[in-house]
């Protein structure tokens, strides 16, 4: 009896994960089956589970502007540039954070709680982008946010599971900071790199609001900022920012667009999530259990 309450147990576990996965797959399905009707069919507000008269023509559409290479140029150029830096600064930062004996060890943790606790805010990040002169430019988007508080503990917090003997050792033969921690820190904290990885690198794919509040050329919007506009622009005769005159036909159905670019957005990170899905499961595991 205990042996069939047991599986019993087990198989309402499997029910219930198997229906909230089916939850959270069922709307990429249903995005993605509309992004593959026919604009020409596509009936505002009607369920599509499977595409009606199977088309291309929305990502026809979002892919046939010279704009969106320009987008999607930037966006790489961000996230590529943007996360190997917010690597950098975290893990040399929090690795910092470590040494109790350093001066000034207790003012810099005090600032970094304080950031934690209390964010500056839109005007004085806008105001400091403007003073810095990188208003309309890329570097704006990476270089005020190298880094965050949250990240530099959970990272430093990985760092004290590390034994200190290993360190000790290094010391006394003859190793200083830096070969320490480039030849024995680092290859131990792979885990937590990839973590960190997948964490940065989403975050500045999906830059949007910084784009808009500190880009204002159209040529270098984000590809976030882009497609939303395409999005809203393609539902008016507009088409004031996005250049609607390099198609030859009438856009597609905005909610077709919307669709397409939601599919074209999610997808770099889709393929990239499973490569990183071991490391980020055990670098976010062993990051968090020690604090």
């Keep these: 009896m205990p042996h069939q309450k047991h599986q019993f147990g087990d198989y309402v576990n499997y029910a219930l994960l198997g229906l909230i996965s089916l939850a959270m797959i069922f709307p990429f399905f249903y995005v993605f089956s509309v992004s593959l009707t026919d604009p020409d069919t596509y009936v505002q507000g009607e369920f599509i589970l499977i ?13 046939g502007t010279s704009q969106l290479w320009n987008s999607l140029q930037a966006t790489l150029f961000i996230t590529i540039v943007g996360t190997i830096l917010n690597l950098f600064f975290t893990m040399t930062f929090a690795y910092v954070l470590t040494k109790k004996n ?34 309309n430019s890329l570097w ?19 760092y004290t599971t590390i034994p200190g003997s290993l360190e000790e050792a290094a010391y006394i033969d003859g190793a200083n900071d830096l070969q320490i921690f480039q030849k024995i820190i680092l290859p131990l904290s792979k885990p937590i790199m ?20 500190f880009i204002q050329d159209p040529q270098k919007w984000p590809l976030q900022v882009f497609l939303s506009q395409m999005i809203i622009e393609s539902n008016t005769t507009l088409g004031s920012s996005v250049n609607f005159d390099e198609f030859n036909q009438a856009p597609p159905p905005s909610e077709t667009i919307k669709m397409a ?25 062993l990051g968090s259990v020690k604090g």
């Design 102 to 135: 350093m001066p000034g060890w207790k003012f810099l943790t005090f600032m970094v709680l304080l950031i934690l606790f209390f964010n500056a805010g839109l005007i004085p990040s806008y105001l400091l982008v403007k003073e810095l002169g990188l208003m």
């Design 194 to 213: 990839a973590a960190f990885s997948l964490f940065f690198a989403v975050g500045l794919w999906n830059t949007y609001l910084n784009g808009i509040f």
């Design 261 to 285: 670019s939601l599919v074209l957005v999610m997808l770099p990170i889709l393929v990239v999530y499973p490569f990183l899905q071991k490391h980020f499961a055990k670098g976010v595991l």
């Design 51 to 63: 595409p009606k008269n199977f088309s291309l023509d929305a990502y026809k559409f979002v892919l």
């Design 140 to 158: 704006a988007l990476i270089l005020p946010g190298l880094t965050n508080p949250w990240a530099l503990f959970v990272v430093r917090s990985f």
